[in-house]
């Protein structure tokens, strides 16, 4: 069984920045991409940004230039860097990965759509 468990969400002042992280574990044979996703009240869930393996990143064009998504594929995790926040940025933050996983040692290897259980990311004005 995996798991990611977010981290780093809070209150700030609009302007202000805050770091995100996600880590992952259980048993974990590789990652491939990592995603962070927001909802706002109201709202439908919207991707915020994504990174590969390799590292190749893609933003929101909300978020581009903003938000740095970043991974540490050593400690299984997924950080998210958020610069000059906004209202509009008030959401719960969640954190996808596709994990490549095995029920028990020798099984098959099969990969896994995991989300964690988000993070409050509140700016005020």
């Known amino acids: 069984q995996v798991q990611l468990v977010e981290s780093g969400g809070g209150l700030v002042q609009a302007g202000g920045s805050l770091r995100l992280s996600c880590a992952a574990s259980g048993r974990i044979l590789g990652i491939n991409g990592m995603d962070w996703y927001r909802q706002a009240p109201g709202k439908q869930r919207e991707m915020v940004a994504g990174i590969t393996r390799g590292a190749s990143t893609n933003y929101a064009d909300s978020m581009e230039g903003r938000f740095t998504i970043s991974r540490d594929n050593a400690k299984n995790t997924v950080y998210l860097q958020m610069n000059s926040l906004k209202p509009d940025d008030t959401a719960v933050y969640y954190c996808?990965?596709?994990?490549?996983?095995?029920?028990?040692?020798?099984?098959?290897?099969?990969?896994?759509?995991?989300w964690g259980q988000g993070t409050q990311v509140t700016v005020s004005s």
């Open positions: 996808h990965a596709e994990i490549v996983t095995q029920m028990a040692p020798g099984l098959l290897s099969y990969t896994a759509s995991i």
